[in-house]
């Protein structure tokens, strides 16, 4: 097997059954503040651009280059798709152009063609854009896994499929933490440290625990080649800066007893096989090893290279075209609306300040929008207005995907980090917010039922998690869940649209006991009439109108005096700081 590194998370893997290319960026990310480093720009695109199979870990911009993959790579390559709960990636690639798909189930090996593929995908809303996974490739004599960015936590899966002779994982911060907040330099500096060194310890703890027999570092970092963010390149090894360089990285390993590591950069190819475990790379050694040790000079060369970018991305922000405050207020209220356990788990209002724009208040209590007249706020954030514009201008349901990750803002908050107030900024559509809804509802201890035509039945949608008292319709005795069109017989629970799904339904009045989940049961949950949204606004087109979405004869229970919010998901953001 021979892989080609063609920069932060990207591989071209050739194999005697077929050819992978995964991850390929090379335009900038994120309003132009992220650049792979090492620069990527003599990686042979010809060569990459034929592959047999191709793999996109996510949708994130350091991952999925839609320019790239419009201009370079050949759409009779097969996307080897993960399986995520929403289909925005697929949708994203049909978009481009490709059409040939292979779906895979979590964790689940295949055979295509001689060669063994398995995807392990992660769907919390806290991982990636509403999902990350990470690629196992076998091909008969090697077996390597691509980690990525994903952080896998079904490890006895992981480990069954192994064992690998490479492991590809990240190391380095993928993150605006802390570096946008507004802290005093003292605990910024403490702050950076520990997430320099967590990000390194988690990183190692996954090699330890994959047992690889050989480990090399990518996705990440990237560089920051924009006057106003190159402060945070970590030129001289800064102990406190979250972007630590493959070199940190690797002598990491070493003072943990790990020799098995392997420098990349774009263009080298490593060769692998059972017992042997070659790199060589496209430049000399010397020029290698100046890229890290002469890194100011590297950078400020490219700096140069990639003005011209730089200056004609900020010229494209739209100023002026949009009110900001009239369109967030009719595109963020019917979400507030329906978001009932992030509305609990946000708790506060968030000051959008918006210099020299007038600023704005989410209220997640209220669940309204409106102007900042010098009320309390709970969590800050200072941007530039012409970015809102460009991500209204766009309707982009993900801002997390542009322009928290850009790094572009500024951050204040009082008190601990909480990951919902940042999930809501990645589920900026009724589909993503209710796909998040169910997520946190299938983890809170009680179960939610409600009543509808003679059944109690679950109230979220055993597909994608919708709420089925306000997306659920019945009719002679199915039940239709108008969000995306699923159906399912009352009498047995059974789904009439796919047969891996069921829904939990009893008749009213069925014995205790007869169905161990009534004990604990957990009523619904709908908001009182002033801050409840217009159906009709979020159903799909061919659906039934607003009017009748809880559903014909729905009695959805009162609100429990104490509802808590979920705790928080193990594969989420732990308390030193965001993930994405």
């Known amino acids: 097997m021979e892989i080609t590194f063609v920069g932060h998370a990207g591989l071209y893997i050739e194999t005697r059954h077929g050819s992978i290319l995964c991850d390929p960026w090379f335009n900038p ?32 911009h350091d991952h999925f280059d839609p320019a790239f993959l419009r201009d370079h790579v050949w759409k009779d390559a097969t996307v080897l798709l993960p399986e995520f709960p929403i289909n925005n990636l697929e949708l994203a690639l049909r978009d481009l152009g490709f059409t040939k798909f292979i779906y895979t189930k979590n964790g689940q090996q295949i055979e295509v063609d001689g060669l063994k593929i398995a995807i392990l995908a992660s769907v919390a809303p806290t991982d990636g854009p509403l999902g990350d996974s990470g690629l196992i490739v076998d091909d008969g004599e090697v077996r390597i896994y691509d980690q990525n960015d994903s952080r896998p936590v079904d490890m006895d899966t ?62 990440g970092p990237p560089c920051f080649l924009d006057d106003d963010l190159f402060a ?57 090893r100046a890229i890290f040790t002469e890194k100011r000079a590297y950078l400020n060369a ?21 009110e900001i405050l009239p369109a967030l207020k009719a595109w963020f209220e019917p979400l507030l609306a329906i978001g009932d356990l992030t509305c609990v788990g946000v708790n506060g209002r968030l000051l959008m300040e918006l210099d020299p724009e007038p600023s704005l208040v989410i209220d997640f209590q209220n669940r309204s929008v409106y102007a900042w007249e010098g009320q309390e706020w709970e969590y800050r954030f200072k941007f530039d207005p012409a970015l809102i514009e460009w991500l209204i201008v766009n309707q982009v349901e993900d801002w997390i995907n542009d322009l928290f990750l850009s790094c ?115 009523p619904a949950y709908v908001p009182p009439p002033a801050v409840r949204c217009k159906h009709c606004w979020f159903m799909p087109e061919g659906t039934a109108n607003g009017s ?7 009695r959805p229970g009162k609100r429990p005096a104490e509802w808590n919010p979920p705790s928080r998901s193990s594969s989420g953001a732990k308390g030193d700081g965001e993930r994405t």
Request: net charge negative; hydrophobic share 35%; proline share 5%.
């Open 29 to 60: 990310a994120y309003f132009a503040s992220w650049f792979p480093f090492p620069s990527n720009e003599d990686v042979d695109k010809e060569k990459i651009g034929r592959p047999d199979y191709l793999f996109v870990s996510h949708i994130h």
């Open 158 to 219: 992981l480990q069954a499929l192994g064992p690998y002779d490479a492991h590809f994982v990240q190391y380095s911060g993928a993150i605006w933490y802390p570096m946008v907040y507004q802290y005093p330099e003292p605990m910024m500096r403490t702050l950076g440290s520990r997430k320099r060194q967590n990000e390194m310890a988690r990183a190692v703890n996954y090699i330890q625990q994959i047992g690889a027999t050989q480990v090399i570092p990518h996705a």
């Open 232 to 288: 945070f390149n970590d030129i001289d090894r800064d102990p406190t800066n979250t972007f630590p360089d493959q070199t940190v990285f690797l002598e990491y390993m070493a003072e943990h007893g790990l020799s098995n590591g392997h420098l990349m950069i774009p263009g080298s190819v490593m060769t692998l096989g059972k017992d042997r475990c070659a790199v060589r790379h496209a430049q000399p050694e010397d020029e290698v």
């Open 302 to 322: 490219y700096k140069a290279r990639q003005q011209q970018v730089i200056d004609a991305e900020k010229a494209s922000w739209p100023r002026g075209q949009v």
């Open 408 to 522: 572009r803002f500024e951050a204040t908050r009082k008190g601990a980090y909480n990951e919902y107030i940042y999930n809501f900024f990645k589920c900026l559509t009724p589909e993503r917010l209710e796909y998040a809804e169910g997520y946190y509802a299938e983890r809170s201890t009680e179960h939610q039922l409600f009543e509808i035509e003679g059944y109690r039945i679950q109230r979220r949608c055993p597909h994608l998690k919708a709420d089925l008292t306000r997306f659920g319709k019945v009719e002679d005795g199915i039940l239709t869940c108008t969000m995306h069109g699923w159906r399912f017989e009352l009498a047995t629970g059974r789904c009439l649209t796919s047969d891996d799904r069921k829904l939990y339904s009893v008749p009213v009045g069925a014995a205790e006991g007869e169905e161990a989940i009534t004990a604990a049961e957990q």
């Open 548 to 554: 009748g979405a809880n559903g014909k004869g729905a």
